[in-house]
């Protein structure tokens, strides 16, 4: 088997469904999801024999052709997989599969169509009338459900690009590609306004870092002249690149480089400054929310950063001396993690809560990276994926419950909202378990579930750093994760339903539940590949193949770390302590309307729930000054005043010039003159009309005198 | 011994005899060749057009014999002499010329006539190492002098002044053009087979006669060939009751006559081309230690082949126009295409089997391909006549319409 | 034995003769003829220096022999194309003059 | 004087004569015939150039097949031109100048060439070995393969266009 070949294949399918849905079968919904999910499928299946084959040789597949000229040499692109890309492919085949299965239940197909769905908005649902002449309501398929799998391939494709290309380039193409794919899905029901400002924000907000990103890859470019990882992150490049200093701020070439680069990855994965996007991304349909979230945009982000590792940490011994990218990662992670994480805590909007959950690990992860805890890092992104793909795929599947249970009862009460739920566990069983699993693994629940180990790595990697802050920080924040996930799942599924619609909420469909339960087992094994040796009991009965296989790309060596047991403690306690008190808290909540925690923290707590006001001031700092300078500046003065008088002045000018000209040189010489050609040119042509007889022999005599004549003079001048 | 030589090889002998007899006169190399040459050409004319008197008298004492008649029989035993009396009448017989001729071409149109039949004898190999000229584009040469033929009846045509002659010349150059179509393409296949375009390789190279790779082919070869000689049932430029007598008609005493021995010789010297290029010409047993009896063998193949013609012109009604043009086309240019790519892939892919499998699957493809052109033209004709016969409305009186349409009938 | 210079003027009072025809003569096809005469004398030129080359090669020299083929080529095409013309030109005319086939003018 | 020489001299005055008459003659049907003769006259050239199979093919092309056309196409249109016309444009006179004047620096050109004066000999390769060459050579990817499918082509499209120039279309003639 040419493995080479068959990583070159990976992203083709979905680009390939991607096509021929467009352009062909858009007209026809169950070709269209077939076709999507074949193509994802297949891919599945060449990343998992990649995978397997990565894995098992431990070797790396490299595959290079020369693509674009660029003056004497040949911009290569190719694929590479090593066991970053390994780990990446696995959990991105997975999730991208199942989220792929999951849509097809999501958008309700084999409902019948709705009365009043139009493209742009999502299903209202039908009308049905049954044998009785009752008025049923039903879910209705969703109108665009053909270019809803065609966007999607896409957007598996650019996340299969960025991840087996094995150049700047071409991950920067999967990079943008995304972003537009996040734009399209996030605005996907593009007739709602709130979806429409979202779908801009997120393309906007990411486009900053993006732009910092292509100044740091030209930068990177310009210094090394490839932008392949061979000779980026080969041993010489990154001391030359380490030691060499830079014009700003007396930083060195790859600390420069590498904030360029963070930016991107800031904008990506969503961190501190452009973190606004991604909450508001909840507006597209919630497969692509995971899609996002858990399978592409941010793991893409982070993925990124750790590829990215050995420039960002060019110059770093291991020690506790860090360089500048990491301070700032470590700084920014766990800032973000806290953050957002407290954010959380007030947010009543069922996917909002996974939202700032998300932007919490994410920063997570970008503080293990800033502390050097690369591999923590990496199992975080794996796990993390793996599980938050569960639980949005699991807030889906409450939200189409509770659809349903609105469309029943014809309330009119936001499906979203986790206070008009409440005694979900009876109604949908299977989601209740497996959003029950996610959510432990998102809290750490020990032991069990991967998100211990993984939070539990980076934790232990901080401390044993000796980062003594990060440390604090980060498991303050593990404590309001583990907090606000019983929050969730106390509000939503335990207690007594608080609305009617809650109580007719329904399981949903096979293609459903069906990703839930497979993306539930992969929550709780996942972890068992990277259980410390060091672990008291349990550490050493399986292996740590993760550290092993990652550990091989690493570069420069770590310190032994130290073990201590304190970061396990403090693991355990923080979990299990939010987890309980959540509970608590949420255990009995029976109005709509009030929060526990609102009349305990009042004023602090209208600040979570309005996220810290960023949004608002964002607002006032940037983009009204913005609009004020637009409309004030640019247009009423610059563009209205002065431009435009400079311009009527100028034609004015031109007005008066042109007159003079017409009567005193136009109209006498030009015209005249051509009058005087014209005649003469008539009285010529009058004149040598006589040759052109038409007859061909004619013309022939007179070519072959003229040519006579011609040879005659030719033959006189020459010699 | 020289007795033994001479009966062996007489040619060659006669040929030495004369070298000796120039070399000792003082003639320089050249020369002597440029003589021999004329010698050769002036006896194998001569000698061609002599044979003819004997094929006037053979033919139509067969076509009498076929027709229960008794054919020529008052001059000489069996009429033998018959031909000998009618070249003595048409030599003294008056020359007329008709007024308002176009006197160039029509003196010169028998001449090219009789020329063109004998050009083709100049290539023929009668044994081993006598012939004419061994030309290396024997082939061609053979179309190129059909041409000619063409361009003899086309002048007399033309110079004859009167439009049945004319008619008749453009029908017979007309068929003529057509039906060297599929003979060029046989030939082409011959070529392929052989390897080359001379006439003496293409005989030397036939161990096995060609007429058993190319039943198809000599078939087509044998018809177009008849249809070229414009003998029956190909005679439509002399259809009598159409044309008065074909391009001929202006024509009398020496000048008709030598139209009339280029048709009899023509037939016979297609006949040898035939025998020359499908069954092995000159060679037979024993034809390589004595040369004398190639010529014997080749006598008789050409000599039956002549008889089968004959016997066809004898037995066969004459084709309509549409029927003739239609046999080509239709019928005989497509078949030899086909045939001619079959045989040249088929022959690539054996080069290297036995000789056995050659012969085998050539005649297979032969027999399949003649069964398939069999099956098409037969199904052509069906559907013809059906449309006619569908196609055919009764036109019956109807008075009725007189009285209700007024306008009609009027 | 015959001199190269032969062939070359024979050729080339040929060419010239069919040039005279072609300009001079009234009758299309006569002008057609004319060509050929021109053609003709190509070809023999043409040979002529094939077989000089080839005689100084010591071997076949293709390309004389392939220009000449071509030559013959292209005069059947010319033929056949030219006297579709004519006969065209004739129905639409009823003329074969060529110098009354005047549309070749402003 | 050897006997080519001869053959040469008498085959070369007739082609050019006959070519003359074929310029010059009044009846149309004759300059054909005698068209017929000057390609019959640079057929034996050929052969005495020793492309016999070039000769072959003017035989079997020049008159067989476009005299022979031309001399339909001359029958078809007899009556619209008749012989009595004069065939000739008016300025033949300055035509038979200029082309003489061209005929002179023709061949005075060609005289200043090195190899003018060259003598002729038979080829050492022999007839069928040329023809052999100039097959293989045709049919050769790296030969000439391309330029005769190009005219094999050409030959299609002219027997195409002919067709369809000379088809009677109908409704053309009725009137």
Same mark, same amino acid.
């Given at each position: 088997?040419?493995?080479?070949?068959?990583?070159?294949?990976?992203?083709?399918?979905?680009?390939?469904?991607?096509?021929?849905?467009?352009?062909?079968?858009?007209?026809? &919904?169950?070709?269209?999801? $077939?076709?999507?999910?074949?193509?994802?499928?297949?891919?599945?299946?060449?990343?998992?024999?990649?995978?397997?084959?990565?894995?098992?040789?431990?070797?790396?597949?490299?595959?290079?052709?020369?693509?674009?000229?660029?003056?004497?040499?040949?911009?290569?692109?190719?694929?590479? @997989?090593?066991?970053?890309?390994?780990?990446?492919?696995?959990?991105?085949?997975?999730?991208?599969?199942?989220?792929?299965?999951? $849509?097809?239940?999501?958008?309700?197909?084999?409902?019948? /169509?709705?009365?009043?769905?139009?493209?742009?908005?999502?299903?209202?649902?039908?009308?049905?009338?049954?044998?009785?002449?009752?008025?049923?309501?039903?879910?209705?398929?969703?109108?665009?459900?053909?270019?809803?799998?065609?966007?999607?391939?896409?957007?598996?494709?650019?996340?299969?690009?960025?991840?087996?290309? &094995?150049?700047?380039?071409?991950?920067?193409?999967?990079?943008?590609?995304?972003?537009?794919?996040?734009?399209?899905?996030?605005?996907?029901?593009?007739?709602?306004?709130?979806?429409?400002?979202?779908?801009q924000? *997120?393309?906007l907000?990411?486009r900053i870092?993006?732009?910092?990103?292509?100044?740091?890859?030209?930068?990177?470019?310009?210094?090394?002249?490839?932008?392949?990882?061979?000779?980026?992150?080969?041993?010489? @490049?990154?001391?030359?690149?380490?030691?060499?200093? $830079?014009?700003?701020?007396?930083?060195?070439?790859?600390?420069?480089?590498?904030?360029?680069?963070?930016?991107?990855?800031?904008?990506?994965?969503?961190?501190?400054?452009?973190?606004?996007?991604?909450?508001?991304?909840?507006?597209?349909?919630?497969?692509?929310?995971?899609?996002?979230?858990?399978?592409?945009?941010?793991?893409?982000?982070?993925?990124?950063?750790?590829?990215?590792?050995?420039?960002?940490?060019?110059?770093?011994? !291991?020690?506790? +001396?860090?360089?500048?990218?990491?301070?700032?990662?470590?700084?920014? %992670?766990?800032?973000?993690?806290?953050?957002?994480?407290?954010?959380?805590?007030?947010?009543?909007?069922?996917?909002?809560?996974?939202?700032?959950?998300?932007?919490?690990?994410? !920063?997570?992860?970008?503080?293990?990276?800033?502390?050097?805890?690369?591999?923590?890092?990496?199992?975080?992104?794996?796990?993390?994926?793996?599980?938050?793909?569960?639980?949005?795929?699991?807030?889906?599947?409450?939200?189409?419950?509770?659809?349903?249970? @609105?469309?029943?009862?014809?309330?009119?009460?936001?499906?979203?909202?986790?206070?008009?739920?409440?005694?979900?566990?009876?109604?949908?069983?299977?989601?209740?378990?497996?959003?029950?699993?996610?959510?432990?693994?998102?809290?750490?629940?020990?032991?069990?579930?991967?998100?211990?180990?993984?939070?539990?790595?980076?934790?232990?990697?901080?401390?044993?750093? !000796?980062?003594?802050?990060?440390?604090? @920080?980060? +498991?303050?924040?593990?404590?309001?994760?583990?907090?606000?996930?019983?929050?969730?799942?106390?509000?939503?599924?335990?207690?007594?339903?608080?609305?009617?619609?809650?109580?007719?909420?329904?399981?949903?469909? +096979?293609?459903?539940?069906?990703?839930?339960?497979?993306?539930?087992?992969?929550?709780?094994?996942?972890?068992?590949?990277?259980?410390?040796?060091?672990?008291?009991?349990? !550490? %050493?009965?399986?292996? &740590?193949?993760?550290?092993?296989?990652?550990?091989?790309?690493?570069?420069?060596?770590?310190?032994?770390?130290?073990?201590?047991?304190?970061?396990?403690?403090?693991?355990?306690?923080?979990?299990?302590?939010?987890?309980?008190?959540?509970?608590?808290?949420?255990? /009995?909540?029976?109005?709509?309307?009030?929060?526990?925690?609102?009349?305990?923290?009042?004023?602090?707590?209208?600040?979570?729930? &309005?996220?810290?006001?960023?949004?608002e001031i964002y607002q006032f700092v940037f983009i009204r000054p913005t609009e004020w300078f637009a409309e004030k500046i640019v247009y009423q003065l610059i563009d209205q005043k002065i431009l435009d008088?400079?311009?009527?002045?100028?034609?004015?000018?031109?007005?008066?010039?042109?007159?003079?000209?017409?009567?005193?040189?136009?109209?006498?010489?030009?015209?005249?003159?051509?009058?005087?050609? *014209?005649?003469?040119?008539? /009285?010529?042509?009058?004149?040598?009309?006589?040759?052109?007889?038409?007859?061909?022999?004619?013309?022939?005599?007179? +070519?072959?005198?003229?040519?006579?004549?011609?040879?005659?003079?030719?033959?006189?001048?020459?010699? | 011994?020289?007795?033994?030589?001479?009966?062996?090889?007489?040619?060659?002998? =006669?040929?030495?005899?004369?070298?000796?007899?120039?070399?000792?006169?003082?003639?320089?190399?050249?020369?002597?060749?440029?003589?021999?040459?004329?010698?050769?050409?002036?006896?194998?004319?001569?000698?061609?057009?002599?044979?003819?008197?004997?094929?006037?008298?053979?033919?139509?004492?067969?076509?009498?014999?076929?027709?229960?008649?008794?054919?020529?029989?008052?001059?000489?035993?069996?009429?033998?002499?018959?031909?000998?009396?009618?070249?003595?009448?048409?030599?003294?017989?008056?020359?007329?010329?008709?007024?308002?001729?176009?006197?160039?071409?029509?003196?010169?149109?028998?001449?090219?006539?009789?020329?063109?039949?004998?050009?083709?004898?100049?290539?023929?190999?009668?044994?081993?190492?006598?012939?004419?000229?061994?030309?290396?584009?024997?082939?061609?040469?053979?179309?190129?002098?059909?041409?000619?033929?063409?361009?003899?009846?086309?002048?007399?045509?033309?110079?004859?002044?009167?439009?049945?002659?004319?008619?008749?010349?453009?029908?017979?150059?007309?068929?003529?053009?057509?039906?060297?179509?599929?003979?060029?393409?046989?030939?082409?296949?011959?070529?392929?087979?052989?390897?080359?375009?001379?006439?003496?390789?293409?005989?030397?190279?036939?161990?096995?006669?060609?007429?058993?790779?190319?039943?198809?082919?000599?078939?087509?070869?044998?018809?177009?060939?008849?249809?070229?000689?414009?003998?029956?049932?190909?005679?439509?430029?002399?259809?009598?009751?159409?044309?008065?007598?074909?391009?001929?008609?202006?024509?009398?005493?020496?000048?008709?006559?030598?139209?009339?021995?280029?048709?009899?010789?023509?037939?016979?010297?297609?006949?040898?081309?035939?025998?020359?290029?499908?069954?092995?010409?000159?060679?037979?047993?024993?034809?390589?230690?004595?040369?004398?009896?190639?010529?014997?063998?080749?006598?008789?193949?050409?000599?039956?082949?002549?008889?089968?013609?004959?016997?066809?012109?004898?037995?066969?009604?004459?084709?309509?126009?549409?029927?003739?043009?239609?046999?080509?086309?239709?019928?005989?240019?497509?078949?030899?295409?086909?045939?001619?790519?079959?045989?040249?892939?088929?022959?690539?892919?054996?080069?290297?089997?036995?000789?056995? =499998?050659?012969?085998?699957?050539?005649?297979?493809?032969?027999?399949?391909?003649?069964?398939?052109?069999?099956?098409?033209?037969?199904?052509?004709?069906?559907?013809?006549?059906?449309?006619?016969?569908?196609?055919?409305?009764?036109?019956?009186?109807?008075?009725?319409?007189?009285?209700?349409?007024?306008?009609?009938?009027? | 034995?015959?001199?190269?210079?032969?062939?070359?003027?024979?050729?080339?009072?040929?060419?010239?003769?069919?040039?005279?025809?072609?300009?001079?003569?009234?009758?299309?096809?006569?002008?057609?003829?004319?060509?050929?005469?021109?053609?003709?004398?190509?070809?023999?030129?043409?040979?002529?220096?094939?077989?000089?080359?080839?005689?100084?090669?010591?071997?076949?020299?293709?390309?004389?022999?392939?220009?000449?083929?071509?030559?013959?080529?292209?005069?059947?095409?010319?033929?056949?194309?030219?006297?579709?013309?004519?006969?065209?030109?004739?129905?639409?005319?009823?003329?074969?003059?060529?110098?009354?086939?005047?549309?070749?003018?402003? | 004087?050897?006997?080519?020489?001869?053959?040469?001299?008498?085959?070369?005055? #007739?082609?050019?004569?006959?070519?003359?008459?074929? #310029?010059?003659?009044?009846?149309?049907?004759?300059?054909?015939?005698?068209?017929?003769?000057?390609?019959?006259?640079?057929?034996?050239?050929?052969?005495?150039?020793?492309?016999?199979?070039?000769?072959? #093919?003017?035989?079997?092309?020049?008159?067989?097949?476009?005299?022979?056309?031309?001399?339909?196409?001359?029958?078809?249109?007899?009556?619209?031109?008749?012989?009595?016309?004069?065939?000739?444009?008016?300025?033949?006179?300055?035509?038979?100048?200029?082309?003489?004047?061209?005929?002179?620096?023709?061949?005075?050109?060609?005289?200043?060439?090195?190899?003018?004066?060259?003598?002729?000999?038979?080829?050492?390769?022999?007839?069928?070995?040329?023809?052999?060459?100039?097959?293989?050579?045709?049919?050769?990817?790296?030969?000439?393969?391309?330029?005769?499918?190009?005219?094999?082509?050409?030959?299609?499209?002219?027997?195409?266009?002919?067709?369809?120039?000379?088809?009677?279309?109908?409704?053309?003639?009725?009137?």
């Amino acid at each position: 088997m040419n493995y080479e070949l068959l990583t070159w294949l990976i992203p083709l399918p979905p680009l390939l469904a991607f096509f021929i849905i467009f352009l062909a079968t858009h007209k026809n &919904n169950k070709l269209s999801h $077939s076709l999507a999910i074949a193509g994802a499928g297949l891919s599945w299946v060449f990343s998992m024999m990649v995978f397997f084959f990565a894995i098992g040789y431990e070797k790396e597949l490299t595959s290079s052709i020369s693509w674009l000229p660029t003056a004497e040499t040949w911009l290569n692109i190719g694929v590479q @997989v090593d066991a970053l890309t390994a780990i990446t492919l696995f959990f991105v085949a997975w999730t991208v599969l199942m989220i792929f299965i999951y $849509s097809v239940g999501y958008h309700n197909f084999g409902q019948p /169509k709705g009365d009043h769905d139009r493209p742009g908005l999502a299903p209202h649902g039908a009308e049905l009338i049954d044998q009785d002449g009752k008025h049923k309501h039903v879910l209705s398929i969703e109108p665009m459900y053909a270019r809803f799998f065609g966007f999607i391939s896409l957007f598996a494709f650019a996340m299969y690009v960025l991840v087996v290309s &094995n150049n700047l380039l071409t991950l920067y193409i999967g990079w943008e590609i995304m972003g537009l794919c996040s734009y399209l899905l996030i605005g996907f029901w593009y007739a709602k306004p709130s979806a429409k400002a979202a779908a801009q924000k *997120a393309f906007l907000t990411t486009r900053i870092g993006d732009v910092f990103m292509l100044i740091g890859l030209a930068a990177l470019y310009t210094l090394t002249g490839s932008l392949h990882y061979e000779v980026i992150f080969s041993e010489t @490049v990154l001391h030359d690149l380490a030691t060499t200093i $830079s014009p700003v701020f007396g930083l060195s070439w790859a600390g420069l480089i590498g904030l360029l680069i963070l930016m991107g990855v800031v904008g990506k994965s969503s961190q501190f400054p452009l973190h606004v996007w991604l909450p508001d991304a909840m507006e597209g349909p919630t497969p692509v929310s995971a899609m996002i979230h858990a399978a592409t945009m941010v793991s893409a982000g982070v993925y990124l950063a750790i590829r990215f590792f050995p420039v960002l940490s060019a110059g770093w011994d !291991g020690g506790s +001396a860090l360089t500048t990218p990491m301070v700032v990662m470590a700084a920014i %992670g766990s800032f973000t993690a806290l953050f957002s994480a407290t954010i959380a805590v007030a947010q009543r909007d069922v996917k909002r809560v996974l939202a700032y959950s998300t932007i919490s690990q994410l !920063g997570f992860m970008i503080a293990a990276l800033g502390v050097g805890a690369y591999i923590a890092a990496a199992f975080h992104l794996v796990t993390h994926a793996i599980f938050k793909a569960l639980l949005f795929l699991g807030s889906g599947s409450i939200i189409h419950g509770m659809e349903h249970g @609105v469309l029943h009862t014809q309330e009119h009460i936001d499906p979203q909202d986790m206070y008009n739920m409440g005694g979900l566990r009876k109604k949908m069983p299977i989601t209740f378990i497996t959003f029950l699993i996610g959510g432990f693994a998102l809290a750490g629940f020990p032991f069990i579930t991967a998100g211990f180990w993984s939070k539990d790595e980076i934790l232990s990697g901080a401390f044993n750093g !000796g980062f003594n802050v990060v440390f604090w @920080v980060l +498991a303050i924040s593990a404590f309001i994760t583990a907090f606000y996930t019983m929050r969730q799942i106390s509000l939503v599924f335990l207690g007594n339903p608080r609305t009617s619609a809650a109580k007719h909420a329904h399981e949903t469909t +096979a293609t459903m539940t069906f990703p839930l339960v497979i993306l539930s087992i992969f929550a709780i094994s996942i972890g068992w590949v990277g259980i410390p040796e060091y672990f008291p009991v349990i !550490g %050493g009965i399986v292996p &740590n193949w993760l550290e092993t296989f990652l550990g091989s790309m690493l570069h420069s060596e770590h310190a032994e770390a130290h073990h201590s047991s304190i970061p396990l403690i403090t693991s355990l306690v923080v979990s299990l302590g939010g987890l309980f008190l959540g509970g608590l808290v949420y255990r /009995k909540i029976q109005n709509t309307e009030k929060d526990p925690l609102e009349w305990s923290l009042s004023g602090v707590y209208k600040v979570l729930a &309005n996220k810290y006001y960023i949004d608002e001031i964002y607002q006032f700092v940037f983009i009204r000054p913005t609009e004020w300078f637009a409309e004030k500046i640019v247009y009423q003065l610059i563009d209205q005043k002065i431009l435009d008088g400079f311009l009527h002045g100028v034609g004015k000018l031109s007005m008066w010039l042109g007159g003079k000209f017409r009567f005193w040189f136009d109209l006498p010489i030009i015209n005249k003159g051509g009058d005087k050609m *014209a005649l003469g040119a008539q /009285k010529m042509g009058s004149n040598l009309k006589v040759t052109q007889s038409g007859r061909i022999q004619d013309y022939m005599v007179l +070519a072959l005198a003229f040519s006579l004549l011609g040879g005659f003079l030719f033959y006189l001048l020459l010699f | 011994m020289k007795i033994l030589e001479f009966l062996s090889d007489p040619i060659i002998v =006669i040929q030495e005899w004369i070298i000796q007899l120039f070399t000792n006169w003082g003639v320089t190399q050249e020369w002597q060749t440029f003589l021999l040459y004329l010698i050769g050409s002036a006896i194998l004319g001569t000698s061609a057009l002599l044979i003819t008197l004997v094929l006037i008298w053979a033919e139509r004492k067969i076509i009498g014999r076929l027709q229960d008649r008794l054919g020529p029989n008052r001059i000489g035993p069996w009429g033998i002499f018959q031909p000998v009396a009618d070249m003595l009448k048409i030599f003294i017989k008056e020359h007329i010329i008709p007024d308002e001729v176009d006197p160039i071409p029509y003196h010169i149109a028998p001449i090219i006539s009789v020329a063109s039949v004998l050009l083709m004898w100049a290539i023929v190999p009668f044994s081993d190492n006598v012939r004419g000229s061994d030309l290396n584009v024997a082939i061609l040469f053979l179309l190129g002098v059909g041409g000619l033929g063409e361009l003899g009846v086309i002048l007399a045509g033309w110079g004859s002044n009167n439009k049945y002659s004319m008619l008749a010349a453009f029908r017979a150059s007309a068929q003529m053009i057509s039906y060297e179509v599929p003979m060029a393409i046989v030939l082409l296949i011959v070529v392929i087979l052989s390897g080359s375009m001379s006439l003496g390789d293409i005989v030397s190279s036939q161990n096995i006669a060609n007429i058993f790779l190319l039943p198809l082919g000599a078939l087509i070869f044998f018809i177009a060939s008849i249809a070229e000689n414009g003998r029956a049932p190909f005679d439509l430029a002399e259809a009598e009751s159409e044309l008065v007598a074909g391009f001929n008609m202006e024509y009398s005493g020496l000048k008709f006559g030598m139209f009339y021995v280029a048709d009899f010789l023509r037939a016979f010297t297609s006949s040898v081309i035939f025998a020359s290029i499908f069954l092995g010409g000159w060679r037979g047993p024993g034809a390589e230690q004595i040369p004398i009896l190639g010529f014997f063998y080749l006598l008789i193949k050409s000599t039956i082949i002549w008889f089968i013609g004959v016997w066809i012109r004898g037995s066969m009604p004459r084709f309509r126009v549409d029927q003739m043009m239609a046999i080509t086309w239709k019928f005989l240019t497509p078949l030899s295409l086909a045939l001619l790519i079959v045989i040249a892939f088929v022959n690539k892919l054996l080069a290297n089997s036995s000789q056995l =499998i050659q012969v085998v699957v050539f005649l297979i493809i032969n027999f399949v391909l003649f069964y398939i052109g069999f099956l098409i033209s037969n199904k052509l004709i069906n559907e013809k006549v059906r449309m006619e016969v569908s196609s055919h409305k009764r036109v019956l009186a109807q008075p009725t319409n007189i009285f209700t349409q007024p306008n009609s009938g009027g | 034995m015959i001199p190269l210079s032969w062939y070359l003027i024979v050729a080339a009072v040929l060419f010239s003769v069919g040039m005279f025809g072609a300009i001079s003569r009234k009758n299309a096809i006569a002008i057609l003829i004319s060509i050929e005469l021109m053609l003709n004398a190509v070809n023999i030129n043409i040979l002529a220096f094939w077989h000089y080359h080839s005689q100084t090669l010591g071997y076949t020299d293709l390309h004389g022999m392939v220009f000449a083929a071509i030559v013959i080529m292209a005069a059947a095409a010319e033929v056949a194309i030219g006297l579709a013309l004519i006969i065209a030109v004739y129905r639409q005319r009823k003329t074969v003059v060529a110098s009354e086939v005047n549309a070749l003018k402003g | 004087m050897t006997p080519l020489q001869i053959v040469f001299l008498l085959v070369s005055i #007739v082609t050019i004569f006959s070519a003359i008459l074929v #310029v010059s003659l009044q009846k149309i049907f004759h300059a054909a015939l005698w068209l017929i003769v000057t390609l019959m006259g640079v057929a034996i050239l050929f052969v005495l150039l020793e492309a016999s199979f070039f000769a072959a #093919v003017q035989i079997l092309v020049y008159i067989g097949a476009i005299a022979i056309i031309l001399i339909f196409a001359i029958m078809l249109t007899r009556n619209i031109m008749s012989d009595e016309e004069i065939q000739s444009n008016r300025s033949w006179g300055l035509v038979l100048l200029l082309v003489l004047v061209f005929a002179v620096i023709f061949i005075n050109q060609l005289s200043q060439s090195a190899i003018f004066n060259s003598i002729l000999y038979p080829l050492e390769v022999q007839g069928q070995d040329n023809i052999m060459a100039f097959g293989q050579g045709l049919l050769d990817p790296a030969g000439f393969a391309l330029p005769f499918e190009l005219a094999s082509l050409l030959l299609l499209a002219a027997l195409v266009g002919g067709v369809y120039l000379a088809m009677d279309k109908k409704g053309g003639e009725a009137k």
